[in-house]
C-alpha cells in the first residue's frame, strides 16, 4: 500500500529507537502526552512502549472525541430521539456511550428510537431530504477535524432550505483542552508533562500556529505528529531533543499534511457558521471555558439546541471510573480499579473504555497482556 | 406434459404467500426449481426426509448447520446461494470429515422476485455439484412482505470422519504452528464495499469456497493436525482466541507473515477496519505440532484454494491465554476478540 507502508517500516522505526535510546539524559524526564486518540490508537497497535527505553513515558491525554463527551450531551441526543420523534442521525462510535439510567444510544435505538448510523453528515441531510415528514437531527461530535464538513452541511441545508433538517452541535476545540490540562493544577509547573505529541489531523485544519503561544507561554515543547507509528517515533524523537536542548517550541512533523496556516477555506467556512460558546462541559475536564462551537445565530433554525429547547443538565460520572483521572494524564488505564474487570470494550462503564481510540479502550484491546504478565511475574 | 396448467413464471413473477402454503403453488415451485436445479435421486424421491446409506467403514459422523442472512443477497465472487453450501460444507470438512450430503432450509418474503430466487438456486444447485455433496432434502416457508429481508437459507450438512482423525482446539500443545491457507479480508471487505451508504470502488472478490478437498488433502497427509477452523465472522482473531481459550495455551503469531492482498488493507485502512477482524469464506486456520508444520505448508501451497498458504506463528505458554502478535514495527501487541460491530473511525 504505497504512502501507508513507508510509514510502517520496521526498519527505520528500530533505527529510530536506537537514537533515542541514545539521546535521552538519564538525569531527565520525559512525560510526553499524546494528545489524539489517533495516536494512542498507533502506539497501542503497533506496540510501539516496546521501542522506547524507560525514561519515555507516555500519557494518553483527552484528544478522543466520543470520551470527552459528557453523559449529560449523550442525554439530551436520547431524548430528541424518543421525545420529539425526530431521526437522530449519529456516527457510529457515538453508540455506545453510556448514557443516564443504563441507557446509549444502542440501548434507545433496541427499544424503537430512531436512531441511525451515518458515515458522513452528508447522509444526515439526504435523510432529511428523503423523509420531508420527519424532523432529522445530525448528532454532530469532533475536534476540528470534524468541524468544516458540519459547517458546509448546515451551509448547504440553508441554501437547499431544507426545513426539517438540523445540528445538535457538539463540536469541541483542542487548543482550550491543552491549555485547561495545563491550568488545571493551579501551579502549571507542578504538571507533569514535560511535551506533548500535538494533534494530527485537527492540526491540518487549524495549522501549527495555534499551539505557539502555548507552547512559550507554558514552556512545554509541541510537535505535530502523524498518525502512522513512523511519524509517532519521530516526533517523539524530536520532543526528546527539545527537552534535552531546554526548548519549548512548536515543531512541525506531519509537513506532509500541515502547515503553519493551516485550512484557511475551512477556517472561513467554521468561522461562518460557528461561534465559540463560553463555556462546555469536558467529560473528565470538567467545565472548559470557551473550548467549544455553537451554531450562530444567523443559522439558528438549523440549531437542534434552540429548536427543541434542549438545556443542558450535567450529570457525574460513575464513581468507580477513573476516566477523568485517566484523560488528565494523572493515571494509567491499569490503575483503575473497574479497568478489564467492570469495564470492557463490550461493557462499557467510562467513555474510555468505548472508542477505540479512547486510552483505556486501546489499553485493553492492544496492551492488557503486558500488565498481567507484569502482575503474573510471566516473562 | 407438466402437471401444471403454465409454467412458474420465472422471469416476472415474485413470491407469494401460496408458494409456502403446501398447496399446489408450493408443488409446483418444488418440482420446477428446487427438484429441478439440485437434481439428485435422493431428493428425486420425494420423501418427507432423505434416506441414505453410509459409505463402509465410513467412521464417525458429523453434522454442522448455518444459518445465512447476508445482504446483499448477491455481492463480488458469490451470492447467499453458493455462500450457504460452502458454509456449511467448511464446517462439516473444519470437523474433519468428508461432507455427504446437505440439507436446505429456505423463508422466503413475499414478493420476492423469482428471478433472483432461481437465480439463487442454480448457484446453490452449482456450487453443490462442484462440491460433490448433494441437496438431498430441504423446506419453504414463505412469510409476509417485511418479515424477512427478501430470503434465508439454512443448510445443514452431514458427512463422515475417517477413523484415526482427532481435531480439536484441546489437543493443541505449546510449539504447535499455526498455518492459514491464504489471504484474510477479501469476503468481508467485498461485501462492505456493497453496501447501500458505503460505496467504494474495488476489485475484491468474496473468497467464498468449499474447502474440504483440501481439507481432505491436509489430513491425507499430516493425520497429526491438531485442529482445524474457518475465520468467517469475526475473523482470524475470533478463531486465534477461541483456540487460545480452548487449548489452555497463548498463541504468538507475526504481522509480517500474515498473508493479505494490497487492496483489502487499503480498504480497511480506509473504512478504519482491522483485518484480522474482518470475515473470510474460503480461507482456513491449521494448528499442527512443529515437526510437519513444513510438509503440511507444502501440501497446502500445492492445493489450489490455499496457494498462498503461509506459517504465521506458534502456539505458547501463557496462563493468561492471550493472542499476542508482533507487529510489522517490531512491537508487540494483544489481538482481541472484535468488540460489538466495527466501526469506522471518526476523527
Known sequence: MKYIDEFRDGELARGIAATIAAEVQPARRYRLMEFCGGHTHAISRYGLLDLLPPAVRMIHGPGCPVCVLPIGRIDSAIELAREHGVILCTYADTLRVPASGGLSLTRAKAQGADIRMVYSCDDALRIAQENPAREVVFFAIGFETTTPPTAAIIRQAAALDVPNFSVFCNHVLTPAAMVHIMESEGDPDAVALDGFVGPAHVSTVIGSQPYEAFAAHYHRPVVISGFEPLDVMQSILMLVRQINAGRAEVENQFTRAVSREGNRKAQALVAEIFELREAFDWRGLGEVPRSALQIRPAFARFDAERRYGIGYRQVADPKACECAAILRGHKHPADCKVFGTVCTPDHPIGACMVSSEGACAAYYTYGRFNVVVKEAGVA | ?347
Open chain 2, 1 to 347: 406434459m407438466s402437471r401444471y396448467a403454465r409454467p412458474v413464471d420465472f422471469k416476472h413473477g415474485k413470491v407469494d404467500l401460496t408458494h409456502g402454503s403446501g398447496g399446489r403453488a408450493m408443488a409446483q415451485l418444488i418440482d420446477e426449481l428446487f427438484v429441478r436445479h439440485f437434481d439428485n435421486p435422493i431428493l428425486d424421491s420425494m420423501n418427507d426426509g432423505a434416506c441414505f446409506a453410509l459409505p463402509a467403514g465410513a467412521g464417525r459422523m458429523v453434522m454442522a448447520t448455518d444459518g445465512h442472512v447476508v445482504s446483499p443477497l448477491f455481492f463480488p465472487g458469490g451470492d447467499i446461494g453458493c455462500l450457504s453450501v460452502h458454509g456449511t460444507v467448511n464446517d462439516v470438512a473444519m470437523a474433519g470429515g468428508r461432507p455427504l450430503y446437505l440439507s436446505a432450509g429456505f423463508i422466503l418474503e413475499e414478493g420476492f422476485p423469482l428471478a433472483d430466487l432461481k437465480r439463487i438456486v442454480v448457484s446453490m444447485a452449482d456450487a453443490a455439484r462442484e462440491a460433490g455433496v448433494p441437496i438431498v432434502t430441504g423446506d419453504t416457508k414463505v412469510v409476509e412482505q417485511g418479515k424477512v429481508d427478501g430470503v434465508f437459507i439454512t443448510t445443514t450438512g452431514v458427512g463422515v470422519v475417517p477413523d484415526g482423525i482427532e481435531l480439536g482446539p484441546d489437543r493443541i500443545r505449546p510449539g504447535d504452528c499455526i498455518l492459514l491457507s491464504g489471504c484474510i479480508g477479501d469476503h468481508g471487505v467485498a461485501i462492505l464495499s456493497k453496501r447501500e451508504n458505503l460505496s467504494f470502488e474495488t476489485e475484491i472478490q468474496s473468497d467464498t469456497a468449499a474447502l474440504h478437498t483440501l481439507t481432505a488433502a491436509m489430513l491425507d497427509a499430516v493425520p497429526s493436525i491438531r485442529a482445524l477452523r474457518d475465520p468467517t465472522r469475526g475473523g482470524l482473531s475470533a478463531v486465534l482466541n477461541e483456540f487460545a481459550g480452548q487449548s489452555g495455551c497463548g498463541i504468538a503469531i507475526r504481522e509480517k507473515d500474515i498473508p493479505i492482498r494490497g487492496e483489502v488493507a487499503a480498504a480497511c485502512e480506509l473504512l478504519g477496519l482491522d483485518p484480522l477482524h474482518v470475515a473470510n469464506e474460503g480461507k482456513l486456520v491449521a494448528v499442527c505440532p512443529p515437526e510437519d508444520a513444513e510438509r503440511l505448508l507444502a501440501v497446502m501451497r500445492a492445493h489450489p484454494l490455499a496457494a498462498g498458504a503461509a506459517i504465521i506463528g506458534t502456539a505458547i505458554v501463557d496462563p493468561q491465554h492471550f493472542v499476542q502478535m508482533e507487529t510489522v514495527f517490531g512491537g508487540r501487541r494483544m489481538v482481541d476478540w472484535l468488540t460489538g460491530e466495527q466501526l469506522p473511525r471518526i476523527c
